[in-house]
């Protein structure tokens, strides 16, 4: 069991990273697009509506995996594994909530601000789950 905990997660950054790189070329192509855009096309199937679509489900894709990050996280903590360094839980909890911080903190009203919001969001996705890579491989299990 520890050895498949394990190697799962060893394995999700990579998507996580793949996820939360799509949510931020997303939100910037959105962030471009609707600042040349007239109306609300990223609404009603306007021609926005599938690369916002892309975009949200990308951002909760990355949670998500952040969620699953956490919980095999315990379950090798209690399995008496531990990273190399300790700031990998602190880079672990970044991953596990900037998606839901920035979505409490936005309003869904204003949907230019919520989509640098939520990119942002993105970008400390990656970069946590980069720092989270360099500080966690060759610890104790």
Known sequence: MKNAALQIHQFVPTLILIAGGIALVC???LYVARRRTAGDAVTSGGPLFALNRVFRV???SSAGLGVLQALLGIV???QGCAPREGLHYV?????LGAVPVAYVYSDQANVRRDIIIMSIAAAAVIGAAIRGLATGPGGIC
């Open 91 to 95: 880079y672990g909890l970044i991953v």
């Open 27 to 29: 939100g910037i192509a």
């Open 58 to 60: 990308a951002l909760w």
């Open 76 to 78: 090798l903590v209690t």
